[in-house]
């Protein structure tokens, strides 16, 4: 990899992870949270959490067609027989664009993996897709194309997509 897209990735990370500490202290308990900010769960077949992950969702931004969530995952997969089995931890900041039920979803976070023989692996996870959540209903929908980046070794993408079945804890206006 060149020095040029090293520097480029550290700073991608860098960025990142100052939004995702930013959206933590902000959405901290300092008060009754708005009902307009939706809790949601939802279950992921492949992904960014790699094969599959269990998430947790909450937005921190409604205003007009544009909704800001941060989610967080959990996910397990097994890697090869020098690094045994990962847990995956999918940290993203998703942006849902739309006034109704079809939006367009895009993301960008962070991976991360501990294996069960000590490694540690980070990837930049991005996401563009669709997503179908009436406002009245609490199941919502989700598919989309999650490529994983690769850049601790050397440069790499995974052509990578995944499907979600969710369900909002407290809904809007509630």
């Not at 902000?26 to 008060?31: E, W």
């Not at 939006?103 to 980070?122: D, I, N, P, R, W």
Request: aromatic residues 14%; contains cysteine.
């Amino acid at each position: 990899m060149s020095p040029h897209l090293w520097e480029l990735f550290k700073t991608i990370v860098k960025k990142t992870s100052l939004v995702f500490l930013l959206v933590f202290v902000s959405n901290s308990n300092y008060g009754q949270i708005p009902t307009n900010f939706r809790k949601s769960i939802f279950v992921e077949i492949a992904g960014s959490g790699g094969l599959g992950s269990i998430n947790y969702e909450k937005h921190f931004f409604n205003q007009n067609r544009l909704t800001l969530t941060w989610r967080a995952g959990l996910s397990c997969a097994p890697i090869d027989k020098n690094n045994g089995t990962g847990i995956v931890f999918p940290l993203m900041v998703n942006a849902l664009l739309g006034k109704n039920a079809h939006q367009l979803e895009l993301g960008l976070g962070q991976g991360f993996t501990v294996t069960t023989k000590g490694s540690f692996f980070a990837l930049t996870t991005a996401a563009i897709g669709y997503r179908f959540q009436p406002k009245s209903k609490n199941w919502f929908y989700r598919i989309t194309y999650t490529p994983l980046i690769s850049y601790l070794i050397d440069f790499q993408i995974q052509q990578w997509a995944g499907l979600s079945i969710g369900y909002t804890l407290n809904k809007k206006g509630k």
